[in-house]
């Protein structure tokens, strides 16, 4: 008899047999460098700052986008709202990340999910690749 979990993964590596295109914006040098590791056998752009994002998401064509709420002098509760709000970008999942508490601008601006630094990185790559194959 197979696990209910066991079934869950087989699911999923089957929805997932092609490269997600994740775009991760954070300022914090040490999560851009790990990203890529993070979602291993996905193509990732990193971003440490939000300038030109519509130019480069219109050009890298992501999945799904990765957001920290606090990216420099931007902010990512902003960002998306603004990304939700365009009709050419209003169906791309966004995650936000905070490492505070969930505020409610955090909350109304139209993200897909929210997590929580540091989060549990099974479940970050979970959530990625079950919002990025919903469409």
Same mark, same amino acid.
Request: glycine share 2%; hydrophobic share 40%; net charge positive.
């Given at each position: 008899m197979i696990n209910s979990d066991v079934l869950v993964d087989l699911c999923i590596l089957k929805r997932i047999s092609y490269q997600l295109k994740i775009l991760f914006l954070d300022d914090e040098p040490s999560l &851009? #460098? %790990? !990203? =890529? &590791?993070?979602?291993e056998g996905h193509q990732v752009m990193t971003l440490g700052n939000a300038e030109n994002i519509f130019a480069r998401i219109e050009s890298f064509r992501p999945n799904i986008v990765l957001l920290d709420v606090n990216?420099?002098? !931007?902010s990512g509760? #902003? &960002?998306?709202?603004?990304?939700? !709000? @365009?009709? +050419?970008?209003? +169906?791309? =999942? %966004?995650v936000l990340m905070t490492a505070g508490f969930i505020r409610e601008d955090e909350d109304s601006c139209g993200a897909d999910a929210i997590v929580e630094? =540091?989060? @549990?990185?099974? +479940? &970050? %790559? #979970?959530?990625v690749e079950r919002l990025a194959t919903r469409r």
């Open positions: &851009l #460098e %790990v !990203a =890529p &590791l993070i979602f990216i420099g002098q !931007a509760t #902003e &960002l998306c709202s603004r990304l939700k !709000a @365009d009709p +050419r970008t209003s +169906r791309l =999942p %966004v630094k =540091p989060f @549990d990185i099974s +479940r &970050l %790559v #979970e959530t």
